[in-house]
Nanobody, 119 residues
Framework: QIDLMESGGDLAQPGGSLRLSCVGD????????VSWYRQVPGKEDERVSC????????YYIDSVKGRFTISRDNAKNTVYLQMDNLNPDDTANYYC????????????WGQGTQVTVSS
């Protein structure tokens, strides 16, 4: 059984920071790109960031460039999303997904972790 488990979501104030973690179990982690998506009720899921299997390529949507940083530790089967200078528009359920390559589509994904940015 393949599981992706996210953690780190919380309530944060505008300008604050959070670090999300995504741990993969039962999956050949080093061979997959991993994306972070966010979902808001009534909107399409949005791919926020992606990291290639060996960490040489990273992708960010424009609205998070300079604020979010994606990284991975393949020895721990973990991908992180460091989120700084948060604003209310970042409020969403964030989930990670394993992909053959960034943008290829989600092969496996988790349930997500809720991030709420509010004063």
């Amino acid at each position: 059984q393949i599981d992706l488990m996210e953690s780190g979501g919380d309530l944060a104030q505008p300008g604050g920071s959070l670090r999300l973690s995504c741990v993969g179990d039962g999956i050949a982690w080093p061979y997959y790109a991993v994306s972070w998506y966010r979902q808001v009720p009534g909107k399409e899921d949005e791919r926020v960031s992606c990291i290639s299997p060996t960490d040489e390529r990273k992708y960010y949507i424009d609205s998070v460039k300079g604020r979010f940083t994606i990284s991975r530790d393949n020895a721990k089967n973990t991908v992180y999303l460091q989120m700084d200078n948060l604003n209310p528009d970042d409020t969403a359920n964030y989930y990670c997904a394993a992909e053959q390559r960034c943008g290829a589509g989600r092969d496996y994904w988790g349930q997500g972790t809720q991030v709420t940015v509010s004063s």
